[in-house]
């Protein structure tokens, strides 16, 4: 197998990731169907998304605690949407300690719930206020067709739940953890995602607002990466969450709730990997540097030896996640193989020349506009001074973050396409994969749901104001109506 | 309750324990009995210690995974002793999607089961050894009689999963752990551990040797703080964990899993807590110093406040988890108390004569021994020059950590009894909670049960040499029979 070329994204998009994930060891199906068993490769990414992410929350302001796994089945039915949504998900307890419980225990799909429930005993004034709290968990939810990553039976999450004061402090926190992911996404997983709110329809069911970030695969298909609800009062009143208000009456609190889970990895893979396999963006690369000695005879393997284990050292302590790759039984060709099916952003070889010339040769995993262009047909190949490499794999480094940013946004807005007003255009462009189309939507579920019948495409994003085009359509592309928004109609995962 | 006295540890030590957590805001009960909610307060312990773990488990080699939480019922029950300890604590899933499901699926005690069987995929030849595999996660036993963070029907832990190719190999992974675990209760929790080996009838259900950490608490009563498990062979055979050795023939590996858990928690609580709440050590404290502005005019206000967030910024600056206390609502004593409760280790006064003095007053949570001793009957307090400010803190929060470990060896030794050779004494002894209680053993199962049974005693632990007497009794204290072991009898959470 690992001499065998991996599926063609273009010919098999879907064998293709399953590829991709198998030969890089991120993970793999279980022996619970839907389960999946996250390998050290790709725990490791989950790691740093996990570190990344937790700084920000905590520099907003947030601090993280943790609810029960377990939920008594009565409080999922409280919220009326909520359960609408959530019953047919649900994994329920009905046995503990060799006994029938009285009530069922729910396997939390989402905390709202037994948090809310909580916050209401720890809040009698607007003192007690805002509540600012995160939980990194896991969550099972009943999913019939699962995808390693994008959709799991159980998943890992980050879910921020808090409580506050007025309407509008609810609604800013909502909009200030969109722009964290935001950020995030950006910043860290080089996945520019459009921003802006659900229609009704998609919303979280029991939340008064959705926002979302939306991510462009390269089938063309969207997916949802992360989002923050505005819940309104909504779980507030079915659990008594009420405290004395500034003006000394009894008001119901304000709730947000925003995640965003192992979903993202799976986004990760979907936006960067080519046909030889993962690519990671580097800062959230568990292995940003590979060493790869190169030698024939034994006096050049302790030359060699001694070189890379020299570079090795001096990486390691400049606080670059490098491996030395002295594995005896393979041939340096099997390890580039394996390094760049693994998606390690960069490949180093040291060869008995590179020693006497005190060189190395770097290869990006993907080719760096800012670098000397690479012969045709050939990989990019770096030729770097020892006495250089500190400087240069920091910024090699860096220039591969932003590389795949632009070649992200680029191909995104390559399979932009603005200015739909025929509804006949538009179901051509969805059959065959266009990718983000905007057009004019008058605001109706029937129209919604017209076009999700017939095309399965749905809204995902009615976009904020920066992603929204010069000119927004000035009718609906289904009824003709006059539009309200101008919003993004894709097939999605 | 905020003026209320606690109780004390003399008088109820199961109130007072209850009533420490509730006044830290460490945890309290939820909706769904048995399982606790752990209030950031009491996490921010948690992650501190998970982070100081996370890191000696990846510097002796081991990555981070993560498994299913469900497993099949038909898993768990593979292992004859391990179906037998478990069975009886199972949480059983048997509706899911709406549906009954064909086989219930259990939420995972512990996670051998599921990742041996993962494992036997994995490993074909002996190159494919060692596996060194680590996971954060929660899970569920069915228990009766909880108590915040000591025995929770839910909890979170870390379980450590290792496969090897000879006995001796996993003897010494599970033997490295044992001294992980060691140096972390000493270094980090201040809580001075007997380690050695448990008896037959304690070992982990499915082990061929447990190894265990057994604290001390103030109560006399002992606390298992975390276990290491050589499993022998015994979950390879049954998951077919095979591998072709060296030799070219198929054999079994050797595994041993390790876990540590939120227990340690309330172990911590036990060991280092007093009359006045909540005492941290200072490497596992999520505040280690607070600063309480003292004034009465405004314009005493503004010189004080001044003062007070310069030092806050200079102390945060050098890496000090420092808290600035600004609310208005509360007087300086209520801040004291308040501060005292949640066990900060250092208490800063900054007022008026402080700020003309260019000094502070430091209040040490415990009184350390290599400061100047306080007034009878009244608090330490040091006089600190503002100067002085960025050495001084850090030593004294050193010498907190040294003096509460120092502490708890002087407890532990004034409460360890060595060479009982009467059972009449020694029965006196558990009566009356006399500590750790060193006696022979000759090593049956029925000379162990008969404490157990007349006493509620058990033996905790075969100590390791280290820890042993300097005369090992000769008889067994039971039956009077030789003595195969010296060990460790107590009454036990």
Redesign the interface.
Same mark, same amino acid.
């Given at each position: 197998m690992a001499d065998e070329k991996l599926p063609k994204r273009s010919e098999d998009f879907s064998a293709w990731y399953n590829e991709v994930i198998a030969r890089a060891q991120l993970a793999?199906h279980?022996?619970?169907r839907g389960?999946?068993?996250?390998?050290?490769n790709g725990?490791?990414i989950?790691?740093l998304m996990q570190q990344a992410l937790d700084k920000m929350f905590k520099d907003t302001g947030h601090?993280?605690?943790?609810? !029960? *796994?377990? +939920?008594?089945l009565s409080?999922i039915t409280k919220e009326a949407a909520h359960v609408e949504g959530f019953?047919?998900?649900?994994?329920?307890?009905?046995?503990?300690?060799?006994k029938d419980l009285e009530e !069922? *225990?729910v +396997?939390r799909p989402t905390s709202e719930t037994?948090i809310y429930?909580?916050y209401a005993k720890w809040v009698q004034s607007y003192?007690d206020l805002p509540i600012l709290?995160n939980q990194w968990?896991?969550v099972?939810r009943?999913?019939?067709r699962t995808r390693l990553f994008l959709r799991t039976?159980?998943f890992?999450w980050q879910e921020g739940h808090t409580a506050h004061e007025t309407e509008q402090e609810a609604e800013e926190e909502a909009i200030r953890m969109l722009g964290v992911y935001r950020a995030f996404m950006y910043e860290y997983c080089a996945v520019p995602v459009l921003i802006g709110l659900k229609t009704d329809s998609e919303k979280f069911a029991g939340a008064l607002r959705t926002y979302t970030t939306e991510a462009l695969m390269q089938d063309n298909k969207a997916l949802q990466n992360g989002t923050s609800h505005n819940l309104g009062q909504n779980f507030a009143k079915v659990f008594d969450l009420q405290f004395q208000s500034r003006a000394g009456t009894l008001e119901y609190a304000w709730n947000t709730s925003w995640g965003v889970s192992t979903r993202m990895i799976g986004g990760l893979i979907m936006t960067h990997s080519d046909d030889d396999g993962l690519v990671t963006p580097p800062k959230l690369a568990p292995v940003q540097l590979a060493i790869v000695p190169i030698y024939k005879t034994d006096a050049e393997k302790i030359t060699v030896m001694e070189a890379a284990e020299e570079v090795f050292r001096e990486m390691k302590a400049a606080g670059i996640r490098v491996k030395l790759d002295d594995r005896d039984?393979m041939s340096p060709g099997a390890k580039f193989f394996d390094w760049e099916s693994k998606g390690v952003p960069l490949r180093m070889e040291i060869g008995p020349k590179d020693v006497t010339n005190n060189t190395v040769v770097i290869v990006p995993r993907v080719e760096l506009s800012k670098e000397e262009p690479p012969k045709p047909g050939r990989k990019q190949k770096l030729f770097v001074g020892r006495m250089e490499l500190l400087s240069r794999v920091p910024q090699l480094l860096e220039r591969l973050q932003s590389q795949l940013l632009e070649n992200a946004i680029a191909r995104r807005e390559a399979n932009s396409i603005r200015g739909v007003t025929s509804y006949d255009e538009m179901a051509k462009l969805i059959e065959r994969d266009a990718g983000f189309i905007y057009a004019g939507w008058c605001g109706s579920a029937e129209c919604e749901a017209k076009v999700k019948e017939e095309t399965k495409a749905t809204i995902r994003v009615i976009p904020v104001e920066e992603f929204r085009s010069e000119k927004p359509p000035a009718g609906c592309v289904v009824c003709g109506g006059a539009a309200r928004h101008e919003v993004v109609w894709s097939k999605s995962y």
């Open positions: 793999e279980s022996p619970v389960c999946m068993v996250i390998r050290p725990y490791g989950w790691e601090e993280n605690a943790y609810f !029960p *796994l377990l +939920i008594p409080f019953a047919p998900e649900l994994a329920i307890v009905t046995k503990g300690g060799g !069922p *225990l +396997i037994i429930s909580m003192r709290l968990a896991n099972v009943w999913e019939m039976m159980e890992l039984s």
